[in-house]
């Protein structure tokens, strides 16, 4: 049955459906692309500058990190790369950022970051952060939903492309904010539930290792410093994450989670906490109302001191038609007027005219360099037409693309009369940026689509859930700690005070040399507390010893973690050999847990 866009009942009728139809209605209704839009934007610069960092300060050994990693167990295949192709990968990762900012080919763009930071993610285990594990999700998420439908080159690189006020499904959106509301609620309750949270001790921890506090410790006191730090941005985040779902209060939420999101970056201090920050916030700007963004940008129009410019434009040339839709997508401030003005004139100087308030006419490369500076989606095209060389260059080939085309057959219907001046209405859309309320999709796309949501939102639901299966605190056994919003607070982790590897014969209990190479895995665990990466360094320094001829060889590691609350004791059974032990997703006993009735200290 093919697809098709249909009418939904009256209201009424719609309320005698049954409450899954209903349901199903509301996630497939249209909605404005503007705020997915701007999520595109604004996550393809976040994910472009992080890459370019990590391409400036690499200064990694390119064949340590290979000899020195932690896989991920069933993914032992997935290794990073190194030298050349490292930084070919991150070449690449950051070319499709940018290319998803301005919405070029862009589930191809969404594709390539996903592909990218899922193997960055994977590669080593012990490389694990929220922020890349959210930037591969919202990548996932902008794969899948229409994010080009709005302020994106995709949509004009198509012959008569979609209205100026272009919807998406609802479900795209949907799935946006319910992965932001999962986030920020997940980090709130795991931060509660952390070892130290209710005293305070980690916060004194942190405050005393920061060097720029003293003065705000003057100003509010020890006490309120330590309440601030611990105990306010938790809360805050569970407010925000309580008032998100309600329209009545999702305003408030917003603040809420701006501010939840801000501390995470601050009490963070690292780039990846940044990171996740600036992607978790700009993903809870969907919970606003879907054409936000055209209304703020109504709302400014007063800020321009300058109006009344208009644009007038042959249409027989395809160079002109596609330019003057994507600076009239850009011009968020509808700050320029555009007129078609059919004519005889080969010259691009006459078929793409400014005239500007006081009357003066601008032509060509100039004209095109003006509007440009009125749109700040369109600054990076303006500056390179203020270069000298550059723009001269440039403006060359634009002004020879529209001579070229000028001789073309005019399109029908390419503009309606009055639609670049006042604003075009799409189907279902209204004039001042929103849309109809009762679309339906039919058909087997609609029910898939209806079936993944639903399973979207269990799956993401349920992963947070994994460390309250296991027993002790995720934040010293690890166990289910990935993946589960915790790395992301900003409630420190146990960290590794002390690691002591020792092997021996496991028949004449001998005790064996550990390799050279030993040392170095040994000293890339840092002050990671996580057993599991504990006890791959025992069946690496195991295989070392069996490829220098001595087989059977058992491992053993005495390890030192220490609480967020100051409580220190032993990580691993120091009595087990690590190295004859397999991973298993139930519960190891060869972890040693506060409170499980052997002693830690």
Not at 280 to 286: D, E, F, K, R
Request: glycine residues 10%; aromatic residues 8%.
């Amino acid at each position: 049955m093919p697809e098709l866009l249909v009418a939904a009942p009256p209201r009424r009728a719609a309320r005698r459906l049954p409450w899954w139809r209903r349901w199903a209605n509301h996630l497939t209704r249209p909605v404005d692309a503007a705020s997915l839009a701007v999520l595109r934007i604004g996550f393809g610069l976040v994910v472009l500058g992080h890459t370019l960092g990590l391409l400036l300060t690499s200064t990694a050994d390119p064949g340590g990190a290979v000899a020195t990693r932690f896989p991920w167990a069933g993914l032992e295949a997935i290794a990073p790369l190194a030298g050349t192709a490292a930084r070919v990968e991150l070449i690449v990762l950051a070319l499709a950022a940018a290319s998803l900012a301005i919405g070029f080919r862009t589930r191809l763009a969404a594709f390539l970051v996903l592909a990218g930071s899922l193997h960055l993610l994977l590669a080593d285990r012990a490389a694990y952060s929220d922020a890349g594990y959210l930037v591969a999700l919202v990548a996932g998420l902008l794969t899948l939903a229409t994010a080009s439908a709005a302020f994106a080159v995709d949509r004009r690189l198509v012959r008569g492309g979609p209205p100026r006020y272009a919807v998406i499904p609802f479900w795209g959106p949907f799935l946006v904010r319910c992965q932001a509301w999962i986030v920020l609620l997940a980090l709130a309750i795991a931060s509660v539930a952390e070892p130290g949270f209710a005293t305070g001790a980690w916060a004194e921890s942190w405050i005393a290792a920061q060097g720029g506090l003293p003065t705000l410790a003057g100003l509010l006191g020890e006490t309120a410093l330590v309440a601030l730090v611990g105990f306010a941005p938790s809360v805050v985040a569970l407010l925000g994450a309580l008032a998100l779902p309600w329209r009545r209060t999702r305003s408030l939420g917003l603040v809420l989670a701006v501010l939840a999101h801000a501390a995470i970056a601050w009490l963070g201090g690292t780039a990846n906490a940044l990171v996740f920050a600036l992607v978790a916030g700009l993903a809870t700007t969907v919970f606003a109302e879907p054409d936000w963004p055209r209304r703020l940008a109504a709302r400014l129009r007063w800020l321009l001191p300058l109006q009344g410019w208009v644009v007038r434009f042959d249409p027989r040339s395809r160079m002109l038609r596609f330019t003057v839709a994507l600076l009239h997508d850009l011009d968020l401030l509808g700050s320029v007027a555009w007129r078609e003005t059919p004519g005889s004139d080969d010259t691009a100087e006459e078929a793409f005219t400014l005239v500007t308030h006081d009357g003066k006419h601008h032509g060509g490369a100039a004209a095109l360099r003006l509007v440009a500076m009125r749109a700040p989606l369109a600054w990076p095209l303006a500056l390179l037409l203020s270069i000298p060389l550059i723009g001269a260059v440039v403006g060359g080939c634009f002004s020879f693309l529209v001579r070229r085309g000028l001789r073309g057959r005019v399109p029908s219907g390419f503009i309606a009369p009055g639609a670049m001046g006042g604003g075009a209405v799409g189907a279902g859309a209204t004039p001042s940026g929103g849309v109809g309320s009762e679309w339906m999709l039919l058909g087997w796309r609609r029910r898939s689509v209806i079936v993944f949501v639903h399973l979207w939102v269990l799956v993401q639901l349920a992963v947070p859930a994994l460390p309250w299966i296991y027993p002790g605190p995720s934040s010293w056994t690890g166990e289910g700690r990935a993946f589960a919003w915790r790395d992301g607070g900003h409630v420190p982790r146990a960290r590794l005070v002390e690691v002591v590897v020792e092997a021996s014969d496991a028949e004449t209990g001998e005790a064996v040399p550990l390799p050279i190479e030993a040392v170095a895995i040994v000293d890339a665990l840092g002050e990671r507390a996580d057993p599991e990466l504990l006890r791959q360094v025992a069946h690496r320094v195991r295989e070392l010893i069996a490829e220098g001829g001595r087989d059977g060889a058992a491992v053993r590691i005495e390890a030192k973690a220490e609480l967020p609350d100051g409580t220190v004791g032993e990580l691993v059974d120091a009595a087990t050999d690590l190295g004859a032990v397999s991973w298993c997703p139930l519960p190891a006993r060869w972890i040693r847990r506060p409170g499980d009735g052997r002693p830690t200290d």
